[in-house]
């Protein structure tokens, strides 16, 4: 019998007998969809047992199996958009300005200062107002640099082209910090011919703006890479005339003087003035030679001597971060948020990082050390980009455990094509495994403006003439710490004799 549902008359049973054991067999039909209790009674004189049987249907409600269906499909969707932000968060390259300030060293133990913690100077503020932008000259993730004409900035009533570096609307607070982190950092670093300088910036009433000199040309890497065939031609010319190469680096420059000023109409650039004795020839022309080579060269040594000397290292010394003026001059920069690193070969996954490690010094790529000698290492593989007229180091080598082992048992790159038996020596120098042996790069700014012709007039470039009213303003507050350090300077330079004199063998100096 089936109790708390219903009666069933059992038909069909049978009985078997054996040894007093008696079995009974019962056919009972049921619906799959039917939820059925049964229970099973035997008695006889000694008494009554009984036992429970439940029997569940296979049907599922109506009414849970959509709620199921939308519950997983939901909980599906959010774990998605999860991994989806997860990965966007590991995936996104860290936007602080490579360049560090050291505060103190202890070996290879380097203390840097925290740029937020420098302070920045109300001086520099330019009214947002007295600002024009214009086209778009680089951009990356968050951030870009656009050309602008600024009015007022170093007379009244005078334009003056400029970079302004800015935000895009979507930045973060992190990108925030480090636009803000790299102004103090340069204002902190003060003034030279071969950096690009802080001029003003706009940090109230609106976006950040940060203000700078602007560089006509470019970067050196890609205007290497414009003028390669300009640079073949002349090489070929040279040859027809049966000069020999090295004779290319002692002839006349090919590219005007670097100092001038060009003024029309009520536009004005950021340009030095003529030195005595110089006149301005008049519009560049488009061929380089090995001198202008060696010029870059010379000029972005001189400007990385300089942030050594403000304790200050780079961390991406390479030619797509050296910019180049109307005239040629080469100036270092960072170009941090302007640029889409996560698009650019030239730098490598590490980890959740994106390194340049083709450029980088042992130690920083196995050690993650960072010292002004990484700096001279990441200068050699500059070297070979300027004399290869840009082509990219280590061509046709994929970064691997192999490539590791290539960098950890001290092999280099060849000599490249344009470059002299003595710069390629010099970049040997620079890609010392050992990093105490490598120049430093007061000492490489000297051994290449021996091998230059005429190294007063070309290579010494005076102070801008054109001064602005903030770079006076925050010099004056700048004038007690430049004084000591230019005692230190000095007495490096007495070091810097002695260890010039160890060199003097290494090359054969005209």
């Known amino acids: 019998r089936c109790e708390n549902t219903s009666t069933h008359q059992v038909s069909h049973t049978s009985m078997t007998s054996q040894e007093g054991v008696e079995e009974v067999k019962m056919h009972l039909p049921l619906s799959a969809d039917e939820d059925v209790i049964f229970v ?25 199996t959509p709620a199921l269906i939308g ?12 991994l989806v932000v997860f990965y966007r968060c590991r995936q996104k390259p860290k936007f602080e300005i490579r360049w560090k300030i050291i505060e103190s060293t202890d070996g290879n133990n380097y203390t840097f200062v925290d740029p937020t913690q420098l302070l ?15 086209a778009v000259l680089g951009s990356g993730a968050f951030g870009k640099v656009v050309e602008a004409t600024a009015y007022g900035l170093g007379t009244e009533d005078k334009a003056t082209r400029v970079a302004v570096k800015m935000l895009k609307p979507r930045a973060h607070s992190e990108e925030r910090d480090a636009l803000m982190s790299e102004m103090k950092i340069l204002s902190h670093l003060g003034y030279h011919d071969n950096i690009v300088n802080l001029l003003g910036a706009c940090t109230q009433g609106g976006p950040m703006l940060m203000i700078t000199e602007y560089c006509s040309h470019g970067d050196l890497l890609n205007f290497l890479r414009a003028h390669a065939q300009d640079f073949m031609v002349s090489m070929m010319s040279v040859e027809e005339d049966d000069a020999c ?47 202008d080579l060696m010029r870059f060269s010379y000029q972005v040594a001189e400007g990385l001597d300089f942030l050594s000397s403000r304790n200050c290292i780079h961390r991406d010394v390479a030619a797509r971060n050296v910019l180049l003026t109307d005239r040629h001059v080469a100036k270092i920069c960072d170009f941090g948020l302007a ?31 960072y010292t002004v000698q990484s700096d001279v290492w990441s200068y050699g593989v500059l070297l070979w980009e300027i004399f290869s007229l840009g082509k990219s180091p280590y061509p046709n080598v994929v970064v691997d455990t192999n490539f590791y082992k290539m960098i950890k048992d001290g092999r280099h790159m060849e000599q490249p094509e344009f470059a ?16 105490t042996n490598r120049p430093t790069f007061k000492m490489i700014g000297q051994l290449i403006s021996r091998l230059l ?10 102070n801008d003439q054109v001064m602005y009213k903030n770079i006076d303003e925050c010099r004056e507050d700048e004038e007690v710490r430049g004084a000591s350090l230019k005692r230190r300077e000095e007495e490096r330079d007495h070091r810097d004799d002695a260890e010039e004199m160890k060199l003097k063998n290494i090359y054969q100096l005209s």
């Open 40 to 64: 099973c009674v035997a008695y006889n004189l000694v008494g009554e047992i009984r036992e429970v049987f439940v029997h569940r249907s296979a049907r599922v409600s109506t009414v849970f």
């Open 71 to 82: 519950a997983l499909s939901a909980a599906a969707i959010l774990f998605l958009l999860l």
């Open 120 to 134: 920045y100077n109300q001086k520099w503020e330019f009214p947002r107002d007295k600002l024009r932008l214009g």
């Open 245 to 291: 190469y090295k004779n290319i680096a002692v002839q006349p420059p090919r590219l005007r003087s670097d100092s001038g000023i060009s003024c029309w109409s009520d536009y004005q650039e950021v340009k030095p003035a003529l030195s005595p004795g110089h006149t301005d020839p008049g519009q560049l022309i488009d061929t380089l030679s090995v001198f």
């Open 339 to 369: 640029r889409d690193i996560r698009n650019d070969d030239s730098y490598i996954v590490q980890g959740n990082a994106l390194l340049p490690v083709k450029w980088m010094a042992p130690e920083s790529i196995f050690e993650c050390v």
């Open 420 to 435: 002299p038996d003595e710069m390629y020596h010099l970049m040997t120098l620079c890609w010392s495994l050992e990093p």
């Open 453 to 462: 012709p005429s190294t007063n007039d070309m290579l010494q470039h005076p």
